[in-house]
């Protein structure tokens, strides 16, 4: 099996990255005794990229929007818990989280809202 090229297509690449640097802050948040929401923010913000990944081999147009949809949805869940680290003391907060996650917030709705445009005028 071939891995998935990341760099070639945006959202992906920005969802992997940003997976990535949600791991090495949830350790931040776990050696500060933040067990609940670090758990609660590696599952949510890991499942993006999953699903921005799975969107990729969707079976159809139909397919391709509910997957991102799921992203997008685990988006805002990311970013209710990164909002409750912001607000929360002891955890380190690093804005360049929020700030890659509204990227990746506005690359989504980008596509869906294209996509779902492409596929109502056929």
């Given amino acids: 099996m071939m891995k998935p ?7 992906v690449r920005h969802s992997v990255e940003f997976s990535i640097m949600v791991i090495k802050y949830v350790e931040i948040l776990e050696a500060n005794k ?11 913000a890991t499942s993006i990229g999953a699903s921005v990944l799975e969107a990729q081999s969707s079976e159809s147009k139909a397919d391709f929007i509910h997957k ?3 992203a997008d949805k685990e988006a805002h869940e990311t970013w209710y818990w990164l909002y409750l680290c ?12 929020m700030s890659k996650l ?3 917030m506005r690359l989504l709705n980008s596509i869906i809202l294209s996509d779902k445009k492409s596929t109502n005028s056929n």
């Fill in 5 to 11: 090229d990341f760099t070639k297509n945006p959202v």
């Fill in 34 to 44: 933040k067990f609940v929401i670090a758990k609660q923010l590696l599952r949510s």
């Fill in 68 to 70: 991102l949809k799921i």
């Fill in 86 to 97: 912001e607000q929360t003391e002891n955890t380190n907060f690093d804005k360049e989280l």
């Fill in 102 to 104: 509204d990227e990746i």
